[in-house]
Every structure is written in structure tokens, then in C-alpha cells.
């Protein structure tokens, strides 16, 4: 009898909209492998869904707050309903960028220079520009500004919602991406927006980035940052899928955060970089569901 599997879509995050394509994407590829599969887009009653459906398994298609910080992961421990990719505790540690970094940083992986602030705490004066003001705890690329100027930070301050920021030298070079699967790296990407930088809006809107796949990188150089991205995937203590997000300079990569739950639309980096590793959408998927399981009890 085939598994009944729900994906976990949607969800409260300022990252709904993208996690209801993902969820849509995972749910069509997962029927192509014949398993029963539902649909539910979370909200505040996710329990009683959950009961009402029964699966057999949940496929995490949630991304930002409350379904990639361990939430949605804890609830399912309790419930006794294995699911994919992280555990309640890498997936929350991963969503704070400030303990991550200091994680990243005893294990021996460069980062850049960075420290905390209340919003209302940060000036021009923080650290030379340019520098990055970005979230401690939200989705990558979700409320990052790039501070040039008293301008720039001014407009940061006038719409920032996102509480405490991290405040982060801004390096200049390269975005690289890194996909890992079951502690393995399949491969480097590397993002070049056609305006500004690699912003929400640049990476999930066609046409705003340009991917190059394979990252136009020697060997040895693609080889350090594939084995940095297999490091911060096991310090963190991550499962299944991750994706590790860097700056290179032309000299040295430096990490900036750890995605446990990327994206799985059609302008995803993961599943392109699955891709080129020989790796098809369908089978990516069914490879989570595999793997899926409890961490916290037996399952």
C-alpha cells in the first residue's frame, strides 16, 4: 500500500507565497512516484489537520518562521509523525543567524565581520561602509539592506519589522550557493543579479538573476566551498537537504548563513544544482521522503 504523505505548505512567514509553490511543485513530483499524497497549507490548526489526515509522513515544504525554526518539527516529534529534512534543533539554531555565525566561527569557517544590534542601536558608525543589515531570524534574503550611506540606513530603519539585525561587513566578489544532501555537496552555483544584488524580489522573479551552473571555479577552489557547506551542514547537525549561501572575494569564501528548508520552485537553486549532479526533481524528493524519520524518539 503506498505511503500516504502530506506536504506542509504555505504556512504564517513572509515566505508563504514561495513555500505555496514549493508545496505545489513536491506534491506534483511526488504523485509521478505514486505515493498518496495531501496538501495542507498550515496555520493554527495544523494539529487537528494533521489528525484528521493521518500520514504516514510530512514533507516540510515550509520556509521562514514557524515552519523552518523548529516549530513545525517539534510539534511533529510530539505527534510521533516522521518528517523531512532538519531536526527541531539545527532547524532553529540555523534560523539565528547570530548563533550560527559563532558556530561557523569555532569550527574554523570564515565568516564576516559581524555583531547584533536592536535596529534602533545601529549608525553609520557601526563598522566602515559598506555594510549589511539583515535579520537575525528570518528567511535568507528576507529584509536585507545594504547600508552605502545615513540614506540607506535611514530607509532600513523605516522599514525594518523584523526585530533584533545583525549588522555584517559587506563583501564584495561573488554570491555562491552550495547544495548539500545527506551530508554530501552536489555542487556550486554561483548568482549574478542583472541589477543590485541578490535580493527576495531578484531571486524569485524570472529574468532578475542570472545562475551560473557549475560556478565558473577551478577545482580546488569549487572543492573548499563545497567542503565548508558539508562542515556547516554537520556542525549544525542538519539532515537531509541544506543549502549554504557564501561570498568569495577572489581570495577567501566566507559563509553567510545555512537555508535547512530551500526552496523547491522552478527558480530554486537546489533543485538546479541537483540537476547538473544527476539528480531529477522527482528523485530529489522521493530522496527526503526517504530519509525522512523522528530524531527524538523511535519512529
Same mark, same amino acid.
Given at each position: 500500500m503506498a505511503k500516504h504523505i502530506v506536504v506542509l505548505m504555505g504556512g504564517m512567514s513572509s515566505e508563504r507565497e514561495v513555500s505555496l509553490r514549493s508545496g505545489a511543485a513536491v506534491a506534483k513530483a511526488l504523485k509521478t512516484k505514486d505515493y498518496k499524497v495531501s496538501e495542507i497549507d498550515v496555520s493554527h490548526d495544523l494539529p487537528a489537520q494533521l489528525l484528521a489526515v493521518r500520514p504516514d509522513i510530512c514533507f516540510i515544504a515550509l520556509h521562514g518562521t514557524y515552519g523552518e525554526d523548529g516549530c513545525v518539527q517539534g510539534l511533529l516529534e510530539i505527534m510521533g509523525i516522521p518528517y523531512?529534512? *532538519?531536526?527541531?534543533t539545527a532547524s532553529a539554531i540555523a534560523m539565528d543567524k547570530e548563533i550560527t555565525q559563532n558556530i561557523f566561527k569555532n569550527a574554523g569557517l570564515k565568516i564576516a565581520d559581524s555583531l547584533a544590534a536592536e535596529i534602533d542601536e545601529i549608525s553609520i558608525k557601526?563598522?566602515?561602509?559598506?555594510? +549589511? /543589515?539583515?535579520?537575525? *531570524?528570518? %528567511? *535568507? *534574503? /528576507?529584509? +536585507?539592506?545594504?547600508?552605502?550611506?545615513?540614506?540607506?540606513?535611514?530607509?532600513?530603519?523605516?522599514?525594518?519589522?523584523?526585530?533584533?539585525?545583525?549588522?555584517?561587513?559587506?563583501?564584495? %566578489?561573488?554570491?555562491?550557493? +552550495?547544495? +548539500?544532501?545527506?551530508?554530501?555537496?552536489?555542487?556550486?552555483i554561483e548568482l549574478r543579479p542583472k541589477q543590485g544584488f541578490y535580493t527576495y524580489e531578484n531571486k524569485y522573479t524570472d529574468g532578475k538573476t542570472e545562475h551560473l551552473m557549475p560556478a565558473p571555479l577551478a577545482d580546488n577552489l569549487s572543492k573548499t566551498v563545497m567542503n565548508m557547506a558539508e562542515i556547516a551542514h554537520r556542525v549544525l547537525k542538519c539532515s537531509g537537504l541544506s543549502r549554504s549561501d557564501f561570498r568569495y572575494d577572489g581570495k577567501d569564501f566566507y559563509i553567510l548563513e545555512l537555508n535547512t528548508h530551500p526552496g523547491?520552485?522552478?527558480?530554486?537553486?537546489?533543485?538546479?544544482?541537483?540537476?547538473?549532479?544527476?539528480?531529477?526533481?522527482?528523485?530529489? /524528493?522521493?530522496?527526503?521522503v526517504k530519509n525522512a524519520r523522528l530524531h527524538n524518539m523511535k519512529g
Amino acid at each position: 500500500m503506498a505511503k500516504h504523505i502530506v506536504v506542509l505548505m504555505g504556512g504564517m512567514s513572509s515566505e508563504r507565497e514561495v513555500s505555496l509553490r514549493s508545496g505545489a511543485a513536491v506534491a506534483k513530483a511526488l504523485k509521478t512516484k505514486d505515493y498518496k499524497v495531501s496538501e495542507i497549507d498550515v496555520s493554527h490548526d495544523l494539529p487537528a489537520q494533521l489528525l484528521a489526515v493521518r500520514p504516514d509522513i510530512c514533507f516540510i515544504a515550509l520556509h521562514g518562521t514557524y515552519g523552518e525554526d523548529g516549530c513545525v518539527q517539534g510539534l511533529l516529534e510530539i505527534m510521533g509523525i516522521p518528517y523531512t529534512h *532538519s531536526p527541531v534543533t539545527a532547524s532553529a539554531i540555523a534560523m539565528d543567524k547570530e548563533i550560527t555565525q559563532n558556530i561557523f566561527k569555532n569550527a574554523g569557517l570564515k565568516i564576516a565581520d559581524s555583531l547584533a544590534a536592536e535596529i534602533d542601536e545601529i549608525s553609520i558608525k557601526f563598522m566602515p561602509l559598506p555594510f +549589511v /543589515v539583515k535579520p537575525v *531570524s528570518e %528567511g *535568507s *534574503s /528576507v529584509g +536585507v539592506y545594504i547600508i552605502r550611506d545615513e540614506k540607506d540606513l535611514l530607509l532600513a530603519k523605516k522599514e525594518w519589522k523584523y526585530g533584533r539585525a545583525i549588522v555584517e561587513k559587506f563583501i564584495e %566578489g561573488a554570491e555562491l550557493s +552550495v547544495a +548539500v544532501l545527506n551530508g554530501k555537496a552536489l555542487g556550486v552555483i554561483e548568482l549574478r543579479p542583472k541589477q543590485g544584488f541578490y535580493t527576495y524580489e531578484n531571486k524569485y522573479t524570472d529574468g532578475k538573476t542570472e545562475h551560473l551552473m557549475p560556478a565558473p571555479l577551478a577545482d580546488n577552489l569549487s572543492k573548499t566551498v563545497m567542503n565548508m557547506a558539508e562542515i556547516a551542514h554537520r556542525v549544525l547537525k542538519c539532515s537531509g537537504l541544506s543549502r549554504s549561501d557564501f561570498r568569495y572575494d577572489g581570495k577567501d569564501f566566507y559563509i553567510l548563513e545555512l537555508n535547512t528548508h530551500p526552496g523547491m520552485t522552478e527558480l530554486s537553486l537546489v533543485p538546479e544544482i541537483a540537476s547538473f549532479a544527476g539528480i531529477n526533481f522527482e528523485n530529489l /524528493v522521493e530522496n527526503l521522503v526517504k530519509n525522512a524519520r523522528l530524531h527524538n524518539m523511535k519512529g
